[in-house]
């Protein structure tokens, strides 16, 4: 049997999700179609890990969507969606037992500094007002299709303010020298580092610098803020918001050929053999890996698209443990705001080496970790007086797909909490460890348990993402967008690569509307 809609969505995590939702609000009859269960792909939550405790199963904390004018605009409060902050936004604890806290009022976090290294205050403000002067169009730039024509433009004179060409050379300096050249302490330096760090380009390579920028000053601005109830209440937001228009869900739905006519997407084709037409586009939130080559034939493939994708690079496996705490955390010194998130190093130089033995190839002895206090950010999380707890860890690709090998990077990250927090062990009531293959297993774009959609280094971003000569949401094939963290601008829960994807989609449906010729080539 086939039924037919205007455009069919694959994939309904949260890029199709905001896809599927802006494609209703322009009037399109939208089906959109979930392997899984339940909607959300890596925004999902659970109490599987222990009675009474909600475990973020993938991602947990949500600046970029915070600050993403899609999300916001979405208005998805009015679909039961409320945000939960942490008293502090980020700690680091260090070996002397300080912490290093960020804070949502940039005067609290330059004051810390200060007080651990004078004029580390008064650099951390001075590189906050340079900030706000780029902010809003440099934040538009990167969450926009490339190129970015109008953010831009107003970006330019902006820079201009700030130094023009100094400045611009700050957001491409390395993380590590960043650090070096504006803070003569630890405490900023190790901040900004630990940000950088949840991308996969090395601390020492350009873009780190922008990274660590970009996280830093949306905590102080937005704050890295969670859903109350858990993870899966923002996919459940959107999903709402989506069928209050009419759209179609369709889960446990598994696409497996998106079917292409004479050179045009024309609809899709399940595992249980029912197909469903697509009168105007197929956009696909969909790995590129999978898409490629996968649900779209070999043979149906532009030459240029089946070439690049011999290139194309994934970022690395997560390792990712949850754990359910009968108290919070015991730190052997307890920082003096308690921050939602926590990243785990010894020093920059320790992160930078964890990090660099993953991009060689070596499982590190030291993992560098992000870890969240859930209970400490939304207390709906788990019963008072404890806690809900995460940490992940980067491995190469293919590297942990024995489960011995994944227990073994828990054992250690477990270690390492042992030494910040003694007595940690004795207050797990329960663990969950997810290693690659049980992320892919739960979410297929988390190829090799990758959750970026393919690495994050400049070799493979903006007009080489997902492969040379894209850079935008088309695929080459007439009607097929991507709509995944494979297209620009990239892994984070934004929302920018569906809201690309269905501009795209609408521009290119509008053109071929008023193009009678190529409405009858599409036929």
């Known amino acids: 049997m086939t039924r037919a809609h205007d455009a069919i969505v694959v994939g309904a995590g949260p890029n199709g999700l905001v896809a599927a939702n802006l494609l209703a609000d322009r009037g399109w009859s939208v089906l959109l179609l979930e392997q899984q269960p339940q909607v959300g792909g890596a925004v999902a939550s659970a109490e599987d890990v222990h009675p009474g405790f909600v475990h973020d199963t993938f991602s947990a904390f949500y600046p970029l969507g915070a600050a993403s004018p899609t999300i916001r605009g979405l208005d998805l409060e009015r679909h039961g969606l409320?945000?939960?902050?942490?008293?502090?936004?980020?700690?680091?604890?260090?070996?002397?037992?300080?912490?290093?806290?960020?804070?949502?009022?940039?005067?609290?976090?330059?004051?810390?500094?200060?007080?651990?290294?004078?004029?580390?205050?008064?650099?951390?403000?001075?590189?906050?007002?340079?900030?706000?002067?780029?902010?809003?169009?440099?934040?538009?730039?990167?969450?926009?299709?490339?190129?970015?024509?109008?953010?831009?433009?107003?970006?330019?004179?902006?820079?201009?303010?700030?130094?023009?060409?100094?400045?611009?050379?700050?957001?491409?300096?390395?993380?590590?020298?960043?650090?070096?050249?504006?803070?003569?302490?630890?405490?900023?330096?190790?901040?900004?580092?630990?940000?950088?760090?949840?991308?996969?380009?090395?601390?020492?390579?350009?873009?780190?610098?922008?990274?660590?920028?970009?996280?830093?000053?949306?905590?102080?601005?937005?704050?890295?803020?969670?859903?109350?109830?858990?993870?899966?209440?923002?996919?459940?937001?959107?999903?709402?918001r989506f069928t209050s228009l009419g759209g179609e869900v369709r889960c446990e739905a598994e696409v497996t050929r998106v079917v292409v006519d004479r050179?045009?997407?024309?609809?899709?084709?399940?595992?249980?053999?029912?197909?469903?037409?697509?009168?105007?586009?197929?956009?696909?939130?969909?790995?590129?890996?999978?898409?490629?080559?996968?649900?779209?034939?070999?043979?149906?493939?532009?030459?240029?698209?089946?070439?690049?994708?011999?290139?194309?690079?994934?970022?690395?496996?997560?390792?990712?443990?949850?754990?359910?705490?009968?108290?919070?955390?015991?730190?052997?010194?307890?920082?003096?705001?308690?921050?939602?998130?926590?990243?785990?190093?010894?020093?920059?130089?320790?992160?930078?080496?964890?990090?660099?033995?993953?991009?060689?190839?070596?499982?590190?002895?030291?993992?560098?970790?992000?870890?969240?206090?859930?209970?400490?950010?939304?207390?709906?999380?788990?019963?008072?007086?404890?806690?809900?707890?995460?940490?992940?860890?980067h491995v190469p690709q293919g590297s942990t797909h024995d489960p011995a090998d994944r227990d073994r990077v828990a054992d250690l990250m477990q270690a390492r909490f042992e030494r910040l927090a003694p007595g940690f062990g004795d207050a797990v009531l329960s663990r969950r460890v997810l290693g690659p293959v049980d992320l892919e297993a739960r979410n297929a774009n988390l190829v090799g348990g990758a959750v970026g959609g393919g690495s994050a280094q400049l070799h493979q971003q903006l007009v080489f993402r997902p492969v040379p000569g894209l850079g935008r949401a088309e695929t080459g094939i007439a009607g097929l967008y991507l709509a995944s963290a494979s297209a620009h601008p990239g892994g984070g829960v934004h929302g920018a690569c569906g809201s690309n994807a269905a501009r795209a989609a609408l521009l290119h449906d509008r053109v071929r509307r008023l193009t009678p010729s190529a409405g009858r080539r599409g036929r």
């Not at 960020?102 to 500094?113: I, K, N, P, V, Y």
């Not at 070596?362 to 809900?388: H, I, N």
Request: glycine content about 12%; hydrophobic content about 40%; proline content about 9%.
């Open 263 to 393: 050179g045009r997407a024309t609809g899709v084709r399940l595992a249980d053999g029912t197909s469903y037409d697509a009168r105007r586009a197929v956009l696909a939130d969909v790995a590129a890996p999978h898409l490629f080559g996968g649900l779209v034939a070999a043979d149906d493939l532009p030459a240029r698209v089946a070439h690049g994708m011999r290139g194309f690079t994934m970022d690395p496996g997560t390792v990712k443990v949850d754990w359910a705490l009968d108290r919070p955390v015991p730190w052997a010194s307890p920082p003096e705001v308690a921050p939602g998130t926590v990243h785990v190093a010894d020093s920059v130089e320790d992160m930078s080496e964890s990090l660099d033995q993953v991009n060689a190839g070596t499982v590190p002895d030291r993992p560098f970790m992000l870890a969240g206090q859930m209970t400490t950010s939304d207390p709906s999380r788990s019963p008072a007086g404890t806690e809900s707890l995460w940490a992940y860890t």
């Open 82 to 240: 409320t945000w939960r902050h942490a008293p502090a936004v980020l700690g680091h604890p260090l070996p002397d037992g300080s912490w290093a806290l960020l804070h949502r009022d940039r005067e609290r976090t330059a004051a810390g500094l200060e007080a651990r290294h004078p004029g580390d205050g008064e650099a951390w403000l001075t590189l906050c007002s340079d900030w706000d002067a780029v902010a809003d169009h440099l934040v538009g730039a990167l969450l926009t299709p490339f190129p970015p024509v109008r953010h831009g433009l107003g970006l330019l004179p902006r820079l201009r303010k700030v130094g023009g060409l100094r400045f611009a050379q700050t957001l491409l300096t390395p993380a590590v020298e960043l650090g070096r050249n504006r803070f003569g302490g630890e405490h900023a330096r190790i901040l900004l580092a630990g940000n950088a760090g949840h991308a996969d380009i090395p601390l020492t390579a350009p873009g780190s610098g922008l990274i660590a920028l970009l996280l830093v000053m949306l905590g102080q601005t937005v704050g890295f803020p969670v859903p109350e109830g858990g993870a899966g209440r923002l996919a459940t937001a959107l999903r709402d």
